[in-house]
């Protein structure tokens, strides 16, 4: 009991002398052209916010002052299925990320079966990742929808635990989504249209009623209410599609029907660069460590570097895997793609100011500057290298990892 | 250790070799040729690194390793100032060249040889050459107690898997054998063992057998019937290799638990063995280190996967290197791909290990624990020519495989448009097959 009183005590002292100055002997702040500052200080506010970013600022008394060679904001993962694939991958017990039963389900949400407290979250949060776009897995036609999390929330008892609960709706196309009642790709896409249209009626009916009184108002069913999201761009289809006759499905599709569009995986996007740079379509592109087979077989790891040589916006992502790893880690993936021509300060960019753009949270997440998320990462060298270590991790001016990795 | 005494293959008989495997493979001309790679940072592995060296090669074989080295006159002179030379790297475990072994009639399946199954013309094998690996260990899955004879291969360009195989003195191929335990063997309905003691007991009895099996064998051989040809059983005179140390075993196991149960059955058997993955090495290293066992190691970008890897830690590396186990790694490709074999060993760096037990690990452990010392696994006048000339330092992320040599051949070549392709993927880079091996696609 004594011993309790001690740890409550000693736990509220942290949290009274809370405020942190971090000193960064180079700082990535992702700003403007994305080079770092050298000598730089970024200070935590108590409201979890950066209070001052610079080279001139002199640390307050009182700030617990944590030094680093590098420091990047909180790395952002663009797609990732952590809280619901669980480190132990045993079916029914911690595989939540997908659902085969019906080949669309917009209707899945991530929230209701994100684990907050699996291992694999504590484990990319200890490495440097904050944020992650997690939720339902490639693998169905339409398997479910994406949440955006910080990795420090192990409960969701609220809407606002969530940056966004409801990012993405998941789609794939290829391979991976063919099974029952999907037998073929041209099967695949007739679906998909269909229950678009059937959504796009919805879409409709819904517009007459609000302009005439007279006209009532559709019922929509779970799976439509989404589908009528989509629709009306409040929420984009994230479509995985690896081979480039299913990019170019996608592009069809989106044409046909006008809804936001972020292409996920796009192994053989290089062979369909300028359609892509036309269509102003962003790409989570796949794990550069991805492994080559079924539609990667024909994936590079200079795919990173070709989106950026052709100004087309993208992130990088951990991604799913089936077996081992049973996750990735999003800088990991970064890091090689530097190795295959993508500049230092892109790769980083791309696993913080690029995601955090794509899911529309850039004006909180992903870069350091006053008045955002106090979420940093602190490296004894460069980040990408694979024997840097993580030496702190904060979320939202806390440290919630000081532990070198 | 039992050590394999290479054929020392003559330039002559290196040509007939060939042409009695009815080659279409050419005979190695210029044997006799001089190379002097010359300004680089090179390391030996076996000795300090060396800084503005030089490395000779004439025709298969290293010649010299230093700096002050003479170059004879008429060796083509390689210049690789600013580059890296270190030797051939060796995985001592992988699933390349879609090998297969046993099916699922039994758990145990001795007589099963993955050298009928290897495609050595498949893409994953030339990737491995992008990846500066020169020999590698190729198995069977891990899904039986026994899945099958091992091989080792050397990754020369060859159209048959009789020119990459390494023949032994007595015309066989050298190779080990897969054992597997834990949850990966263990399945719903027999003949597979439904539990850890029945997997045991499963193997002990199948080795208790060849051991009836030696002792008839050689009452027949010493016996008056000797003229009469003994009836051979594949599968027991596998297991009497291992038991007369002809072959090791090469033993996939993760769980603290599993791996004591294999040291038991090794001090049962007295066979020889190495530890493949040993996820939980940390938790009884004293016990591995105290059995004089050999470990393979994997690194992953995360634990789990399946409940028996959720503790695995990126220290095993470090906590074998400080008590003095024999150690290298393994790609286990495809669960991580050959051509980032040298990351993994930064892996082990950033945990602990040292540079020079990391660079142990990825060439001379490897050719120990495969019994291939002799020839490969450093850079050492006298041993043969496989190497691998790097754009800098091999931690680095940012650090390319630029060429891989095979026995003085070059098998792998950067500036090559199609070797570009295996080494950093595109469209053409694939293949219209699935990954084998492992538990992969279960």
């Known amino acids: 009991m004594i011993r309790k009183v001690w740890i409550l005590l000693a736990l509220i002292l942290v949290k009274a002398s809370g405020q942190i100055a971090v000193k960064a002997d180079l700082m990535f702040p992702m700003t403007g052209d994305l080079k770092p500052v050298k000598n730089a200080v970024i200070l935590c506010g108590t409201d979890g916010k950066i209070e001052a970013v610079g080279t001139k600022i002199v640390i307050p008394q009182g700030y617990q002052v944590i030094s680093a060679k590098v420091v990047t904001p909180g790395l952002i993962d663009a797609h990732s299925t952590v809280g619901l694939s669980g480190i132990l991958n045993s079916p029914k017990h911690d595989q939540e990320q997908l659902e085969k039963s019906e080949p669309i389900q917009p209707e899945l949400r991530a929230l209701d079966a994100y684990n907050g407290r699996d291992p694999l979250v504590d484990w990319v949060r200890n490495l440097g990742v904050t944020t992650v776009q997690t939720g339902h897995a490639p693998g169905n036609l339409i398997s479910g929808q994406f949440m955006v999390v910080k990795t420090n929330i192990q409960s969701i008892t609220s809407v606002e635990d969530t940056l966004k609960l409801v990012s993405g709706v998941a789609a794939t196309l290829g391979a991976e989504a063919l099974g029952k009642g999907v037998g073929t790709r041209s099967k695949a896409v007739a679906l998909l249209r269909g229950e678009l249209l059937r959504a796009q009626a919805k879409v409709l009916k819904i517009a007459l009623a609000k302009e005439d009184s007279e006209q009532k108002m559709p019922e929509l069913s779970l799976k439509e209410q989404v589908l009528v999201d989509v629709l009306t761009k409040k929420v984009p289809l994230v479509i995985n599609a690896q081979r480039h006759q299913d990019i170019a499905a996608a592009l069809r599709l989106r044409e046909e029907f006008g809804f936001d569009l972020v292409l996920d995986g796009a192994a053989e996007a290089y062979l369909l660069l300028d359609e892509l740079k036309k269509a102003g379509v962003a790409i989570i592109v796949h794990p550069t460590m991805a492994r080559p087979y079924g539609d990667l077989e024909n994936m590079t790891f200079t795919l990173a570097a070709k989106l950026y040589a052709h100004g087309i916006p993208f992130a990088f992502q951990s991604g799913y895997e089936k077996y081992v790893p049973k996750t990735r880690v999003v800088h990991f993936e970064a890091a090689l793609a530097s190795a295959y021509g993508l500049p230092q300060e892109v790769a980083l960019a791309a696993c913080t100011l690029f995601p955090a753009q794509i899911l529309g949270l850039d004006g909180r997440i992903g870069s350091l500057q006053a008045g955002k998320d106090a979420d940093l990462v602190l490296f004894d060298g460069d980040p990408l290298e694979t024997l840097t270590h993580t030496t702190h991790v904060i979320i939202d001016g806390a440290l919630v990892s000081t532990t070198p990795k | ?442």
């Open chain 2, 1 to 442: 250790m039992r050590k394999l005494i290479l054929l020392a293959l003559t330039p002559l008989a290196m040509i007939s070799l060939l042409y009695s495997l009815g080659g279409e493979v050419s005979p190695r001309d210029g044997a006799q040729t001089l190379k002097a790679y010359t300004n680089a940072t090179i390391y030996p592995v076996t000795s300090a690194v060396i800084e503005n060296g030089t490395l000779l090669v004439r025709g298969e074989q290293i010649l010299a390793v230093g700096t002050g080295i003479e170059i004879p006159e008429g060796a083509e002179v390689i210049d690789c100032g600013g580059k890296t030379i270190i030797p051939g790297l060796i995985c001592t475990h992988s699933h390349i060249g879609q090998v297969a072994g046993a099916d699922s009639s039994s758990p145990i399946q001795p007589e099963i040889r993955v050298l009928d199954s290897i495609d050595v013309r498949d893409s994953s094998i030339d990737k491995a050459r992008a990846g500066g690996i020169t020999t590698v260990n190729l198995m069977a899955g891990s899904g039986h107690l026994l899945s099958g004879q091992t091989i080792y291969l050397k990754l020369r360009k060859g159209q048959r898997i009789e020119d990459l195989a390494i023949q032994l003195p007595d015309g066989s191929f050298a190779g080990g054998v897969k054992m597997a335990n834990g949850t990966n063997s263990i399945r719903e309905s027999g003949p597979f063992p439904g539990t850890r003691a029945k997997s045991a007991a499963l193997v002990r009895q199948k080795f208790l057998d060849a051991q009836a099996y030696l002792k008839k064998r050689s009452q027949h051989l010493n016996g008056e019937q000797k003229d009469q040809p003994f009836e051979r059983d594949l599968a027991l005179e596998t297991i009497a290799d291992l038991l007369e140390g002809k072959r090791k075993v090469h033993h996939h196991t993760h769980r603290h638990d599993d791996i004591l149960t294999v040291l038991r059955l090794k001090k049962e058997f007295g066979f020889e063995v190495v530890l493949h993955h040993v996820s939980e090495a940390w938790k009884v290293a004293d016990e591995i280190a105290e059995a004089k066992v050999a470990c393979s190691l994997i690194f992953l970008d995360s634990p789990g996967g399946k409940l028996e890897a959720r503790d695995l830690e990126w220290r095993n590396g470090a906590e074998l290197e400080k008590r003095g186990v024999l150690t290298a790694l393994h790609t286990d490709d495809p669960i991580n791909d050959s051509r980032w074999f040298l990351r993994n060993a930064a892996i082990g760096v950033r945990a602990g290990m040292s540079r020079q037990k990391a660079l142990e690990a990825l060439t001379i452990a490897g050719a120990q624990i495969l019994d291939l010392e002799d020839s490969t696994g450093s850079l050492e006048s006298g041993k043969k020519a496989d190497f691998v000339i790097l754009s800098g330092d091999p931690f680095s992320i940012y650090t390319r495989i630029l060429e891989t040599h095979v026995e003085g051949k070059k098998v792998f070549d950067l500036q090559n448009e199609q070797d570009r392709l295996f080494a950093q993927g595109g469209y053409g880079a694939g293949h219209r097959r699935q990954a084998t091996g492992c538990c992969f696609y279960r």
